[in-house]
């Protein structure tokens, strides 16, 4: 019996290496960039880079061939394949592309030492990619910890700068002990389920247990993982530091990438694992999560936005404004409703493109003016109209105004809340982002109706100005045309929740 088990368990896992060509394409990826960064002499960042960027583009091709395949478990119920993951990957594989094109025009990054700049990207786009597709409770905190821990590295970067250091520090602090948190409702989720598979989690659950209290504490402290890496409150105390510390590449992608694989493995942990859920709505099960995810929404909406209004430098204005996004995001969990995921993937990719604009523009200004401050962004409407505009265009969306990506995403948001009757989670929300606009107008009014200190013009490199144009397109372009990324957000949820009878099926 034991080599027929042995056999059957080899078959499968080779099986799933054929579904598994993105991961495969970026582990090489970083192997080659590794090597090549050690044994090519003088001056190699163009090569790097432009392995780097193949390497991306490979893997949105092998994501696009992935497509039409029917949802199925992989590795023996570790991860699984499914139109949600493939959506969050090809969301990871844009955001690095765009963030390696910031590395290019930032003087925050070594030239030197590209090449484990590049390895280390990647490596947390592949710790992206397992937390998107993780089905086990192991799995999903080894792949966290493969985005954290080069993440720790990332924002450390600048090893002279003082804020640098101090941003790693904290993060190492924060996440180390979130992390151990986190595993240790793991365990109590595990010692009552006696499994580690969340299918089966469910499956358990499903069953009267009388235990709900010890259940309760396993999800609130798994809780702490899942937080910290979107940075909800109070799991969000490393992030103004770190967004601010670190160098601005790594600022940007940081509030893109690793947000939304923790939105990601969140979903798929409470909707799969943690409820009766039909494909179109659903019921926790034992515990009310949904009444503890409102709570931390509402909680991370208010003190993200309350807190950004006193803020004078612009990272950490955004550090803050991230924080409160996250809290829009929660929204559409909570809601355990098709409609109330979709709105969370479609919401995702619209603030991919609104918040890469603003730290690029973040980003170019801190080169011409050598500051972050706002103050010292007096007078840019006339010193730079270009830039000034883009900027108001990527504030619009980030408040929710129209004809902006953001409104259609809090559109979705709010009528999903709506939906679900949490009418009260709709009303802060709605306050929350009239809040927003307050401290955001600052940074309007600052440009366009304050006198500079100095009238020389501000100008930007061509190839900053074409990836600021990308940014500013992706953002207005899906505030008056939307329906092909709501249809395509719309059938990867439905997607995964196809999936979960197959892959029960496989495990079993």
């Not at 960042?45 to 199925?72: D, K, Q, S």
């Not at 309350?306 to 550090?319: E, G, M, S, Y």
């Not at 606009?437 to 440009?447: K, S």
């Amino acid at each position: 019996m034991l080599p027929e088990a042995i056999e059957r368990a080899v078959a499968v896992n080779l099986e799933s290496l054929s579904y598994f060509w993105p991961e495969v394409i970026l582990t090489l990826a970083i192997l080659v960039v590794i090597v090549v960064d050690l044994i090519v002499p003088g001056k190699k960042a163009g090569l790097l880079t432009g392995l780097t960027l193949a390497a991306l583009g490979g893997c949105l091709f092998a994501i696009a061939g992935l497509y039409g395949e029917a949802p199925r478990a992989l590795f023996m119920g570790m991860m699984a394949l499914d139109g949600f993951s493939l959506f969050f990957k090809v969301l990871f594989v844009v955001t690095t592309i765009v963030v390696t094109l910031f590395g290019l025009q930032s003087p925050d990054i070594d030239r030197d030492r590209i090449g484990e700049f590049y390895a280390i990207f990647l490596a947390v786009v592949l710790g992206g990619f397992l937390m998107a597709s993780a089905t086990n409770l192991l799995m999903m905190y080894l792949s966290l910890e493969l985005v954290s821990v080069p993440s720790f590295v990332l924002s450390g970067y600048q090893k002279k700068v003082r804020r640098s250091n101090e941003a790693a520090l904290k993060y190492v602090v924060y996440g180390g002990v979130s992390s151990g948190i986190m595993l240790y409702g793991f365990s109590l989720i595990y010692g009552l389920t006696g499994t580690l598979d969340i299918h089966q989690i469910a499956a358990q659950l499903g069953r009267t247990t009388p235990y709900s209290l010890t259940l309760f504490l396993g999800v609130t402290f798994a809780m702490a993982g899942f937080g910290y890496k979107v940075a909800s409150v109070p799991f969000h105390f490393w992030c103004p530091d770190v967004y601010e510390g670190a160098p601005t590449p790594v600022t940007a992608f940081l509030s893109v990438a690793p947000k939304a694989a923790g939105f990601a493995m969140l979903s798929r942990f409470f909707y799969t694992g943690m409820s009766a859920y039909n494909g179109t709505s659903g019921q926790a099960l034992e515990v009310d999560w949904q009444s503890l995810l409102a709570l931390i929404a509402a909680g991370t909406m208010t003190l993200g936005n309350l807190t950004a209004i006193r803020q004078n430098n612009l990272k950490r204005l955004l550090a803050y404004s991230s924080i409160a996004h996250a809290g829009y995001m929660m929204m559409g969990v909570v809601m355990l409703s098709a409609s109330g995921l979709m709105a969370v993937m479609f919401y995702t990719a619209a603030y991919l493109f609104m918040n890469l604009g603003a730290f690029l523009v973040v980003l170019v200004l801190a080169v011409r003016i050598g500051s972050e401050d706002i103050r010292d962004y007096k007078g840019l409407g006339w010193r730079s109209p270009w830039v000034a505009l883009a900027m108001t265009a990527f504030l619009l969306s980030l408040t929710g105004i129209p004809p902006t990506a953001g409104f259609v995403g809090k559109v979705y948001l709010f009528s999903a809340v709506i939906e679900g009757g949490l009418y009260w989670l709709a009303v802060v929300g709605a306050l929350n982002s009239a809040v927003s606009l307050y401290y955001y107008a600052r940074i309007f009014r600052t440009m366009y109706l304050e006198a500079p200190a100095v009238e020389e013009r501000v100008t930007i490199p061509a190839f900053a100005t074409v990836t600021l144009a990308v940014l500013f397109a992706g953002t207005v372009l899906l505030g008056v045309y939307w329906a092909p990324l709501a249809d395509l957000a719309d059938r990867s949820t439905v997607l995964f929740m196809g999936s979960m009878e197959g892959v029960q099926a496989v495990v079993k």
